[in-house]
Nanobody
Framework: QVQLVESGGGLVQAGGSLRLSCAVS????????MAWFRQAPGKDREFVAHISWSTSTTYYADSVKGRFTISRDNTKNTVYLQMTSLKPEDTAAYYCAASQVPSRSRMFYTYWGQGTQVTVSS
């Protein structure tokens, strides 16, 4: 059974940092693209960043470029999202997802985690 389990969310003040983790189990994602999406209350789920598991090529949404960094650790089967200079508008539930193609569209992502809440206070 494939599982993506996020952790690391929490409450942080504006300007602070958090690191989210996504632990992957149940299969090998060596040819997959791993991504982070987020969803704020009343809004659509939006793309944040993705990384190729094999090449580590990354791509970011303009809203987080320069502040967030996506990375992966093959030995731990874990994907990370390091978030710095957090803003209140970054408040959302953050989801890890896996796709066989690199994409910013959630429709291509087959596997999803349950999400972890990030709240940034002003």
């Amino acid at each position: 059974q494939v599982q993506l389990v996020e952790s690391g969310g929490g409450l942080v003040q504006a300007g602070g940092s958090l690191r989210l983790s996504c632990a992957v189990s149940g299969r090998t994602f060596s040819s997959y693209t791993m991504a982070w999406f987020r969803q704020a209350p009343g809004k659509d789920r939006e793309f944040v960043a993705h990384i190729s598991w094999s090449t580590s090529t990354t791509y970011y949404a303009d809203s987080v470029k320069g502040r967030f960094t996506i990375s992966r650790d093959n030995t731990k089967n874990t994907v990370y999202l390091q978030m710095t200079s957090l803003k209140p508008e970054d408040t959302a539930a953050y989801y890890c997802a896996a796709s066989q193609v690199p994409s910013r569209s959630r429709m291509f992502y087959t596997y999803w985690g349950q999400g972890t809440q990030v709240t940034v206070s002003s």
